[in-house]
């Protein structure tokens, strides 16, 4: 990828210590799918896979700053919204941000350990603000609960979710129904032509960094030209394998592998 022919994506995010979600995870995904992964750091968090122990967030104009400079230089032509932390850097994002970019937000609220990663006086900022702005949304189901204002226990529940989510203004909605039980892990895609599931593999074990690798695959995939439902399906093979060629082991909870690369140790 030179000169013209660079297609970059920036993601905007906290910076996970263990590698394996935020930032870290979002530049691998972009590198596997050959796109020019760009940052906006918003936090620094002290994590691994099993707690995150400690966040510092950055002030907004740290944030802000980090956009505007990305912007001075790159042609951006997806962003990616992942760990924002609290509302005045929802705000900076917000007025900092180009209009003309694809955006997906991955509405991050709580980490799998159960830190809290948004603060809930910032939702109505990532509502009223960012939601608008987005090409997609990618809840899972706690974020779409929270969202939508209602409870999802199955599909259908999924649905009518993805379809207030799409009412507060996204171009489209993708509610990732991994929380639910069930032999296959299904997601669903709402937009105005209706709604679109897709299916994959339970495997059995957790995975971390997968919601931050599949958003930022979506984000990749925008960049290159595709269409939200056409993304979608390649994202969701994309995140197939990462998770199917998870790396650690033999414990119930491991690391999401962007581009399925085999990881041994010597």
Not at 138 to 143: A, F, I, R, S, V
Not at 193 to 222: I, K, N, Q, T
Request: hydrophobic share 50%; proline share 4%; net charge negative.
């Amino acid at each position: 990828m030179t000169g013209a022919q660079m297609v970059s994506a920036c993601s905007i995010a906290g910076s996970d210590s263990g590698g394996g979600a935020g930032i870290q995870a979002d530049l691998k995904t972009f590198t596997a799918l050959e796109v020019y992964g760009l940052t906006v750091i918003t936090a620094v968090t002290a994590q691994n896979t099993r707690e995150v122990r400690g966040t510092w967030m950055l002030p907004p104009e740290a944030v802000r700053a980090q956009v505007e400079a990305v912007v001075d230089e790159f042609a951006i032509r997806a962003w990616k919204t992942g760990m924002l932390g609290n509302a005045a850097n929802v705000r900076a994002v917000a007025e900092a941000l180009p209009g003309e970019a694809a955006l997906v937000i991955d509405p991050v609220m709580v980490s799998t350990s159960g830190h809290r990663l948004l603060a809930e006086d910032a939702v109505a900022d990532v509502v009223e603000l960012l939601i608008p702005r987005a090409g997609i949304v990618t809840p899972n189901l706690p974020e779409a609960e929270v969202l939508a204002g209602m409870r999802v226990v199955d599909l259908d529940d999924m649905a009518e979710a993805g379809r207030r989510i799409l009412d507060l203004g996204a171009g489209a909605v993708v509610v990732k129904g991994g929380h639910l039980a069930g032999g296959a892990a299904v997601d669903i895609l709402v937009d105005r032509d209706g709604v679109l599931e897709a299916s994959g593999r339970r495997y059995p074990y957790s995975v971390h960094g997968s919601g931050c690798c599949f958003s930022a695959a979506l984000a990749a995939y925008l960049a290159r030209g595709m269409a939200a439902r056409e993304a979608f399906a390649a994202a969701r093979e994309f995140i197939d394998t990462a998770i199917g060629r998870a790396a650690g082991g033999p414990g119930p909870l491991r690391i999401v592998n962007p581009g399925g690369t085999i990881l041994r140790h010597r």
